[in-house]
């Protein structure tokens, strides 16, 4: 498939043809675990947009934009981005498009490089109109402050406006399978009450797997089992949930390497033997 796109681009007439094709090798590449080089390939593109972010990112850097873009983000609601005009620009709407998948990418490639290029999605949001990729900017504003930044109030303030954002929108559901890493299992479970984020993960599991968004649903179940263990639900319970977890997390040949010390801790706590039936696993 790789060849069929490098052929496909080679014979693009505009920049524009070009632009799904990139988009297809960018998945390609990180399907492959070729996180690296779908980072540079979204970089290249985004370039050829006219966005163009330093080789070399440190703490000195993210701590400057995040602190550049403080005056932004003060006054902003969702009163206020909702009164915003839809982003219509096409170059623009290419641009969100490839911030967001530079993102996702560079989670596990780059990941200091996440406040930037969140940063600049609401920076094009605020300048030139709102699109569902504004939503991701939003909540990965507000991830990065929390990483990098000891407010962790202002960065769950600026998470709280995506979130509301994300609920009102058509595309909920692939945006809640876009962001539960970022958002419920990371900023809004330090800030809110551990009950109230279990309780949303089971419907998270069921909007990532709508849209096949396996390891997404894989994490919100495995994060169910977890967070039901630190509450303590009953542990029969959790032992049984860990299972389902562990098995699916096989047959998708997705990796959880906590997951088996969780379900044995939790048959340990519970008096109860078993579990010899998924060791294999």
Not at 96 to 115: E, G, H, Q, R, S
Request: hydrophobic share 40%.
């Amino acid at each position: 498939m790789s060849t069929c796109l490098d052929e496909i681009l080679s014979h693009a007439k505009t920049f524009d043809d070009s632009l799904n094709a990139s988009a297809m090798l960018a998945k390609l590449l990180a399907s492959s675990s070729k996180h690296d080089e779908a980072v540079v390939n979204c970089l290249a593109i985004l370039s050829n947009l006219g966005e163009d972010f330093p080789q070399q990112v440190d703490l000195t850097i993210i701590l400057n934009k995040l602190s550049a873009i403080q005056p932004l983000l003060r006054d902003l609601t969702v009163e206020r981005v909702k009164i915003l005009p839809p982003m219509t620009d096409t170059t623009k709407l290419n641009t969100m498009k490839f911030l967001n998948m530079l993102c996702t990418y560079c989670d596990m490639a780059a990941p200091m490089m996440i406040p930037l290029v969140s940063c600049r999605m609401v920076e094009l949001t605020l300048h030139h109109g709102f699109c569902d990729d504004s939503i991701v900017g939003l909540i990965l504003t507000g991830y990065g402050m929390f990483l990098f930044t000891h407010n962790v109030h202002e960065a769950y303030r600026i998470g709280k406006v995506g979130e509301y954002l994300r609920e009102e929108s058509p595309n909920k559901h692939r945006l809640k399978s876009r962001l539960v890493a970022e958002w419920e299992s990371s900023l809004k479970m330090v800030v809110e009450p551990a009950q109230a984020v279990s309780s949303t993960f089971p419907s998270l599991y069921e909007s990532a797997m709508m849209l096949g968004d396996v390891e997404s649903a894989i994490r919100c179940r495995y994060l169910y089992c977890v967070t039901s263990l630190y509450l303590g639900i009953e542990l029969t319970s959790v032992s049984k949930d860990l299972v389902l977890c562990i098995q699916q997390s096989a047959k998708y040949q997705h990796v959880l390497h906590s997951a088996m010390a969780v379900f044995r801790a939790s048959i340990h706590l519970s008096g109860e033997g078993g579990g010899d039936e998924i060791m294999s696993y």
